[in-house]
């Protein structure tokens, strides 16, 4: 675990901790607790320490930054993963140690049976994705494929920005699901496909400190709803 990812890890889990102090604000609440985990897709055979942490304080003075848990995926199982009890661990089921065309199969049909149309789309697109990136080389992702209608794995927006962006855009496309979520709180909705889209394309271009910016600019609505709208020449 090298020192810039778990920058990354303390810059997002701020950014996160203050749209959820701004949103507790708002609602006169108290902000929910934060918990960063780290999913190693690939990587090393022996087994990852479970948590790592983003030091900003002296070493010789108590602990002040990040500490975040450490997920190698491809180091579990599958009924591993299963048992964490929710859907979204289940589309790392391809990069499982054990993971088959037998067991593969079964996890798609508790998904179909968990989740409403539109969230299955969602999570066998990402399975596709993710079943492509096995580096053991076990071809799972014909076997997601087979499962799926052509229609969720080629026009599924999770799986057709992926390829259009590729893969190593990994890092964008987790600043791009930290932006979104933290505009959503503040918009109090979901954001729909044309704004994801026109943020996206802020964030290219203008970067993630400038969009951060906006973002957290408790003093100009007009400023973070700006990243909602077609970014001009001269923005």
Request: aromatic share 16%; glycine share 0%.
């Given at each position: 675990m090298n020192e810039e990812?778990?920058?990354?890890?303390?810059?997002?889990?701020?950014?996160?901790?203050?749209?959820?102090?701004?949103?507790?604000r708002g609602s006169r609440g108290t902000p929910l607790p934060i918990e960063s985990v780290v999913i190693v897709l690939s990587g090393r055979e022996e087994p990852w320490p479970t948590h790592a942490a983003y030091r900003t304080s002296p070493a010789q003075a108590p602990f002040c930054g990040v500490r975040f848990r450490i997920e190698p995926v491809y180091q579990r199982t599958v009924a591993e993963l299963e048992g964490r009890g929710s859907p979204f661990w289940m589309i790392f089921a391809p990069l499982a140690v054990d993971a088959d065309a037998r067991n593969l199969e079964a996890v798609l049909e508790d998904l179909r049976a968990r989740t409403n149309e539109r969230d299955f789309a969602e999570l066998g697109a990402a399975m596709v994705a993710l079943a492509g990136a096995d580096k053991r080389q076990r071809r799972l992702a014909d076997v997601v494929h087979s499962c799926l209608s052509r229609e969720i794995v080629m026009q599924n927006r999770i799986y057709r920005e992926g390829k259009a962006m590729g893969i190593e855009e990994g890092v964008v496309q987790g600043q791009l699901a930290v932006f979104a979520r933290q505009v959503e709180r503040r918009l109090r909705r979901p954001l729909r496909t044309d704004e994801q889209e026109q943020l996206a394309e802020h964030l290219r271009v203008d970067g993630p400190d400038v969009v951060a910016d906006a973002i957290f600019d408790l003093e100009s609505r007009e400023l973070w709803r700006s990243l909602l709208a077609p970014r001009t020449p001269t923005q």
């Open positions: 990812i778990a920058f990354r890890v303390f810059e997002y889990h701020n950014l996160t901790a203050l749209a959820a102090a701004d949103e507790a």
